[in-house]
């Protein structure tokens, strides 16, 4: 009965319906619904404007470094990221002149940003009128220079 159980539960998903039967249209209607935010309310700006660097560079400032700055920065946040169970995702889009680093579940992957993350949050935010109308934007998954296997010696 117990061996009757197992199987049973590792062919059906929760509510009972075979994982299997799961048509194409099915498994995107879940994406849909999973991918349908960010798991971190906060974004971060990936690229360093121009303008900014020559400022830095032509003077005298001590500090952080910008590019030092946002390193740190997208580290700390792909680090947070990955704690909730998500992967970070860089939108370079007319509406994220700056690009924009965005955490997502890990199921979601670039067609579902592009897809349904990206303008859904564009229509949230106003700048789109129909969240199911098309924008362009691309899309690239970011890593973290852990994940790298580096030997130096």
């Known amino acids: 009965m117990a061996l009757f159980l197992a199987l049973a539960s590792a062919a059906f998903g929760a509510k009972g319906e075979a994982v299997h039967s799961l048509t194409a249209t099915q498994r995107r209607l879940r994406l849909a619904t999973l991918c349908r935010a960010p798991l971190l309310d ?16 032509s003077t005298d400032v001590p500090g952080t470094a ?13 680090e947070q990221c990955a ?10 889009a007319p509406q994220a002149p700056g690009g924009l680093a965005l955490c997502v579940p890990a199921a979601c992957g670039q067609r579902e940003v592009l897809d349904f993350l990206w303008p859904r949050m564009l229509h949230l935010q106003g700048m789109l009128n129909d969240r199911n109308a098309s924008t362009p934007a691309t899309v690239t998954e970011l890593g973290h220079w852990k994940q790298l296997h580096l030997d130096f010696v």
């Open 42 to 57: 906060e974004s971060l700006p990936t690229l360093i404007p121009q303008q900014e660097m020559e400022m830095w560079a």
């Open 66 to 78: 910008p590019p030092e700055a946002r390193l740190e920065a997208m580290s700390l946040f792909w």
């Open 83 to 92: 704690s909730r169970g998500g992967r970070l995702w860089e939108v370079l």
